[in-house]
């Protein structure tokens, strides 16, 4: 009766933590998703999804360029696109409800569940559910999930499907199919398994990888070859030559990233160092203390947790391309944090522990430590939300529907010119495209956005975005001028 008692008592706390983890991403996420914002290739997805789809099919991704095309011919106007980013949510509450069934062994699960929905609320992971174009990322990386759970298993059907399966999220986006590496990290550290069993976990996926990657790079190709595009620049591998420059930027970029959470700036060398040394720190104490307890080399179980991590970077590592963006370390920043994160909650409990208090208070005080990390979880989403996606487009929004009022109220207009700006729009230090103050400093976008609200208007006019600026500008009277430098001037 007892042991029966103690089981109802598990279960129900195991629901208990899984529904609040969902409540909480949901909560983090659902301003940004249902509110209507678009953001830089939405725009042309809206007015020519083909075209999007054939960029993303150059990027050696079918999948993806299929998804696009068929998902935006759905939507057509910018009020919907609410639904594509609501099927991003929707994938993200599940991948949580996934992770959290590798975590259901750990005596400390509820620390483990906090530790992963914290992790979840990373700038990576909020670009691909607060911009609609990345809409199908993170059910690449559910997809990268379920493969490798068969993968593990003994039947050799259920390991060919697995192939198919990562070779399908492989090419919807590598950096998120990839997420797999993390959670094999995260669940072996949170259920404190031995380095052997996380070593071979790591060992199955890479091979799983290898041969799932050969299977998509060679759909990809013949994908493009039946098309006929070619692929871009950046699929190229990177060379003999490039690769100390390519270790040096991987060292001084994306794995300094991964060590400052929640942080979007673009610091100096040095100031990057000062504010990833407390991160450093809980991970090398962290560490210490579990090898210690699993009585194992720390040099041993340090390199078992962080191989899996750095192989979710394989697509940047491989490619010649170094661009830094957030949405290529989805894995990598996700797993340092939630094993960051478990390794101080723990180290909190022991502190107020080594205090003698009452258990009450123990509890208050990890509870109070927890609520200001999700606290600081909650703040920083939202507020990358308003500054990135939410007040930009508004802002933006304003000023290009009051130039086109000025036109079709007053005249009959058969061509719209956009005139770029003087000098470049004005940046913040910022990491990747959260450093940009519009996103019409990227050309392609302009004469989209232009486009699209010209449709809300039910008008057909011709858009022409002329570039570079011209010295004079010869207009017509059927012809209407918004020039982008008005718009710069208003954002310095």
Known sequence: MRLYMLTRRSLRNFDRYNLSGVFFLFSVYAPGVFIETLWNDDYGSLIDSRGIANHALRDARPTQAALLYSSFKFIKNPSDTWILRGLALLALLIVFLRVSQTIKASHNYNFGIISVAIAFCIPSIQMYIHWANTWSFLWASLIGLIAFDLWMTNSKSKKMFAVILLALALTIYPPAALFYFSVISVSNVINECKSAKLFSDAMRGLTLLLISGLVSIFLAFVTMQIVGVSPNDRVGLVTLFGIPEKVMWLLSRPLVIGLRPFTIDSPTPLFALITSIPVILILFFGVRRQSGQQKELFFVRTSVIVVPLLLTLTPIVITADNQIEFRLLSGYCWGTLAIATYFFLLGIQRYFASLKITTNLEKVGVFVTSGVLLVVAVFTVNLHYVQFFGSPYQQKTTFLNSRISLCVDEQFVEK?????????????????????????????????????????????????????????????????????????????
């Open 416 to 492: 719209v010119l956009i005139v770029p700006p003087k000098l470049p729009f004005p940046s913040y230090k910022r990491l990747g495209v959260f450093s940009m103050s519009t996103d019409l400093a990227s050309p392609w976008v302009p004469k989209a956005n232009v486009e699209v609200l010209l449709k809300e208007r039910n008008l057909r006019i011709a858009v022409s975005y002329l570039e570079p600026r011209p010295s004079t500008i010869k207009v017509q009277k059927t012809q209407c001028v918004i020039d982008l430098e008005e718009f710069r001037q208003m954002l310095n």
